[in-house]
């Protein structure tokens, strides 16, 4: 499976962007996809993911904040960032999750300056 990941950038703090990933390769039905994010300093952590059924979860810094959604025709998925907040700078990394297998993307810089 392979991921391309877009939609980073630089953005005031209060500002929204929104991440997307693309899957492609083998991709089986059960499936799930989300966002993990490594900040200065910091572990990976997750941020979001929903599985093909639909549930989401978050991580809860973000809840109220951010919103995961899927397009499973296109095998893509998207983080919609609102209310940013310096503390939300990082590397976004997409993740795809079947079968025990977890893939990544290439990783998207997101920097909320105060």
């Known amino acids: 499976v392979q991921l391309q990941a877009s939609g980073g950038g630089l953005v005031q703090a209060g500002g929204s962007l929104r991440l997307s990933c693309a899957a492609s390769g083998t991709i089986f039905s059960i499936n799930v996809m989300g966002w993990y994010r490594q900040g200065p300093g910091k572990q990976r952590e997750l941020v979001a993911t929903?599985?093909?059924?639909?549930?989401?979860r978050y991580e809860n810094s973000v809840k109220g904040r951010f919103t995961i959604s899927r397009d499973y025709v296109k095998n893509t998925v998207y983080l919609q960032m609102n209310s940013l907040k310096p503390e939300d700078t990082a590397i976004y990394y997409c993740n795809f999750h079947q079968w025990g297998d977890d893939y990544w993307g290439q990783g998207t810089q997101v920097t909320v300056s105060s």
């Open positions: 929903m599985a093909n059924t639909g549930i989401p």
